[in-house]
């Protein structure tokens, strides 16, 4: 390996996200991404509903998670394959054109449901690479320890977007109809692309550092010791594998020459070649063989693995009752939609208080007990929200419930930030969003079934066991349970 040293990509690497200029890019193009989304959805929904029946309009706006939940894997494998950066950028510029067509042909003419599905399934087979990429994309941006922060600043970002991204579709609304949205929406979604292309990437940390080896079996940060495993190995930095022949720090800004020379030609965004630990990689790996790696990957680590089973089960249990079963609930006891609304708005709250404690403090200490307990608490709350005896007192709950949620949730997102291999998480983040946006949605139509058999209080319970599951499996894994969030 040769020692010829490579001036660092991200030179501010030692600043806090929240003050990283770069990180700060990377925010404002996924907030703006994210805001044009929301505004683009009210847009559909109203498109929709004035061009059809109801029935007509829900299956258009159901329409999309299709290809999102088939394509989803696959899109991980590009993303991984490619640069999440350049996937990111690639997959706003193809919802921006396609959502300023549809306006200008809306302005035009009245072309009817048609048009909405076909941009619907666009959107949602864009989404399918998009997702995975944006997920990938934090680790190319600053330093390992700042992750959990940047995990943070993310959730604040989607908490803006759901708030404000609403109203403004409604004011594009208003002002032209469905078209002076979507327009609106394609202009949010396209401020995004040259912020992203300002982005500087980072290389891709080499042989074994900012993640996991392949096998799980490597040091694990775990109750605020440098290295997880039993009679830890020599310290991290000095050694970045067992019996490691290269200093780290020469590594980290140098590397082999050959290899940063393949990756800044293929756009400075290496995949999984780059990665010293990275098992039955080759360069001319095929996309099949990188799914199957990918999965294997997961299926081996010790953290992963039990990470994302976690995950599914919490939004299993969450998604149901915080979607419809709100809706029949403020029904059942008559506080009316401003009722649902405020109870909705005591979850988005708290939520946000849980993404901004993580934006300030950057790391809280024992993240893989602290998960497991909010996990646990969150769901007995998810179990209390169905007996709220007043409307103040659902408010409370549901404060609560995005209090809790929101920590786990953000505790969960840092910690498969971290402990992934960052030549990997194109596709760890595309199992993370199948499941929760694959498996977990069909629980809304199983809890409006099971609520009209056996009314809210049961399924809330029922759900809240299903959720406090999740906090099981956290305990149960002693990898995940005394997991630490990097320093």
Not at 105 to 127: K, Q, R, Y
Not at 270 to 280: I, K, L, T, V
Not at 366 to 378: E, K, Q, S, T
Not at 443 to 469: K, R
């Amino acid at each position: 390996m040769t020692a010829t040293l490579i001036p660092p990509v991200h030179a501010a690497a030692d600043k806090p996200a929240h003050r990283d200029s770069n990180v700060l890019r990377w925010l404002g193009a996924y907030t703006a991404s994210m805001v044009g989304d929301n505004v683009y959805y009210l847009a559909l929904s109203w498109a929709a509903v004035r061009a059809g029946t109801p029935s007509q309009a829900g299956l258009v706006m159901a329409v999309s998670a299709v290809p999102r939940a088939l394509l989803m894997l696959g899109g991980g494998v590009v993303a991984d394959r490619f640069g999440p950066r350049r996937v990111v950028i690639g997959s706003d510029a193809v919802r921006c054109a396609a959502v300023l067509a549809v306006a200008a042909l809306l302005f035009a003419a009245s072309p009817g449901l048609w048009l909405l599905a076909l941009l619907a399934v666009l959107f949602g087979t864009v989404d399918a690479v998009f997702m995975p990429a944006v997920g990938a994309l934090p680790a190319r941006v600053t330093g390992r320890d700042q992750l959990a922060r940047v995990q943070g600043m993310r959730g604040l970002a989607i908490r803006f977007a759901n708030v404000v991204g609403a109203p403004l579709g409604g004011l594009g609304v208003a002002l032209g109809g469905a078209a002076a949205a979507f327009g609106l929406a394609g202009l949010l979604i396209a401020v995004s692309v040259p912020l992203l292309i300002s982005v500087r990437m980072r290389d891709l940390p080499t042989d074994g550092e900012g993640g996991l080896p392949s096998d799980g079996e490597g040091d694990l940060p775990t109750d605020g010791q440098g290295d997880g495993k039993a009679g830890g190995a020599a310290d991290r930095e000095a050694d970045g594998k067992a019996g490691g022949a290269a200093d780290r720090e020469a590594d980290r800004k140098a590397g082999a020459a050959a290899d940063r020379e393949a990756d800044r030609k293929a756009g400075g965004e290496a995949g999984p070649r780059s990665m010293g630990a990275a098992p039955d990689t080759a360069p001319r790996a095929t996309p099949w063989q990188d799914l199957r790696d990918g999965l294997r990957y997961i299926r081996g680590h010790r953290v992963l693995a039990p990470l994302l089973v976690a995950i599914a089960l919490g939004d299993l249990g969450f998604v149901g009752p915080l979607n419809v079963g709100l809706t029949l609930l403020a029904e059942q006891r008559g506080w009316g939609a401003s009722g649902m609304g405020w109870v909705l708005s005591g979850f988005g709250t708290g939520a946000g208080v849980a993404a901004l404690l993580l934006t300030v403090r950057g790391r809280l200490p024992h993240a893989g007990r602290l998960a497991a307990v909010a996990i646990l608490a969150g769901s007995v709350a998810i179990g209390a929200l169905a007996y709220a005896p007043s409307l103040v007192a659902a408010v409370g709950t549901a404060l609560l419930v995005g209090l809790l949620a929101g920590l786990s949730g953000a505790l969960c997102g840092a910690l498969l930030q971290t402990q992934a291999d960052p030549a990997y998480l194109g596709r760890v983040s595309s199992v993370a969003g199948i499941v929760s946006l694959g498996f977990a949605p069909l629980s809304m139509p199983l809890s409006a079934a099971a609520i009209g058999w056996w009314g809210t209080g049961p399924v809330f319970v029922t759900s809240a066991a299903v959720c406090g599951l999740g906090g099981v499996v956290v305990l149960c894994s002693g990898p995940l349970r005394r997991a630490q969030l990097p320093r």
